[in-house]
C-alpha cells in the first residue's frame, strides 16, 4: 500500500488549506485513515481520524477548524483545514491501516505565516 499526500504550502493565518492523500496498491478495505502533523522539536501528533464509516474524531487544537473526510471508492482522506494558525505549521502525514497494518505517507510541509 502506498499513500501519496498533496496539497501542503504556504498560507497566512486566517488563510485555508485543503490535503489530499490517496491510497492505491493491494487495496481491500482501508479500516482507518487518518492524518498526523510533526512541528520541528515536536513529538508527532494525531490531527484527525475517520473510519469506514466516516465517523470522525480530532484533536482538541483543531476542532471546529479542520474537517477530515474520505472517499471510500477512490481509497481518498481529505483534510480541510480552515481559520489555520502560525501554529499549524509542521509536515503533515496520512496514515492508513488495513487489516491490522498500518501504512504511512510521505509528508507534505504546512507553514502558517502571521
Known sequence: VQLQASGGGLVQAGGSLRLSCAA???IFSTDIMAWYRQAPGKQRE???IITMGGRAT???SVKGRFTISRDNAKNTVYLQMNSLKPEDTA???CYCA????GYWGRGTQVTVSS
Not at 488495513?98 to 497494518?101: D, K, N, S
Request: glycine content about 12%; aromatic content about 12%; hydrophobic content about 25%.
Open 58 to 60: 480530532y484533536a482538541d
Open 46 to 48: 494525531s490531527v484527525a
Open 91 to 93: 509536515v503533515y502525514s
Open 98 to 101: 488495513q487489516r491490522g497494518t
Open 24 to 26: 492505491s496498491g493491494s
